[in-house]
């Protein structure tokens, strides 16, 4: 988290337009938890990472380009079985989603 309040590589200096963490656990599908605040201020991140194991765990902490600061806008995204991050946008997203 030091990183994401004193980021040296994007164009903000601190990413606290939100965070992800998504892992595969037990469970069929990838649990997933997201939020609106900086990582560094939400206390349910803490409790989380201090009792949950899992072997493969995707993080990510949000910078926004002009997008709105929402959970839907956080990754990592979910769909069925999948976990996924990317950074920028999707060229044609409309046509490539049909």
Known sequence: MV????????????????FGVGW?????TPGVYHSTEPAWNDRNLRELAAHA???????HI????????QQTNC???R????????????ADFLAVEA
């Open 62 to 69: 949000r910078a926004s380009s002009g997008s709105a600061v």
């Open 3 to 18: 990183q994401s309040m004193h980021s040296r590589l994007g164009v903000e200096a601190v990413n606290g337009d939100g």
């Open 24 to 28: 595969y656990g037990a469970q069929e």
């Open 79 to 90: 769909h069925g079985r999948w976990l996924w991050m990317h950074n920028g946008a999707i």
């Open 53 to 59: 194991s899992a072997g493969r765990v995707f993080a």
């Open 75 to 77: 990754h990592p995204f």
